[in-house]
Nanobody
């Protein structure tokens, strides 16, 4: 099972861009399907997007067109590029992994989680 640590959070103005990275260690990164979830105060953790181990991407409808995901198996890294950010994107963003070829939007399907950086989008 991989261990995950994210980087790149911070404060950004509405309309701005931000890139998050997730570094994995231990386990075999290339056989993990990777995803990003976010959790806003008082809300449930929700799927943002992810990439299966076969390279098939998927993103939530709420962020479609405004996020780009990529993974580098040689560096065991997952990236999330977000643009045209809105204040409702303010949340803690978590990287997650599951040993499966299938990308799932369900938190219960992932067994490795990073602590997550805070992303704050100011009006």
């Amino acid at each position: 099972q991989v261990q995950l640590i994210e980087a790149g959070g911070g404060v950004v103005q509405a309309g701005g861009s931000l890139r998050l990275s997730c570094a994995a260690s231990g386990g075999t990164f290339s056989t993990n399907t990777m995803a990003w979830f976010r959790q806003a105060p008082g809300k449930e953790r929700e799927f943002v997007g992810g990439i299966s181990w076969t390279g098939a991407p998927g993103v939530a409808d709420s962020v479609k067109g405004r996020v780009t995901l990529s993974r580098d198996n040689a560096k065991s890294t997952l990236l999330l590029q977000m643009s045209s950010l809105k204040p409702d994107a303010t949340a803690v963003y978590h990287c997650a992994a599951r040993v499966s070829a299938i990308l799932s939007p369900e938190t219960t399907d992932f067994n490795s989680w990073g602590p997550g950086p805070q992303v704050t989008v100011s009006p």
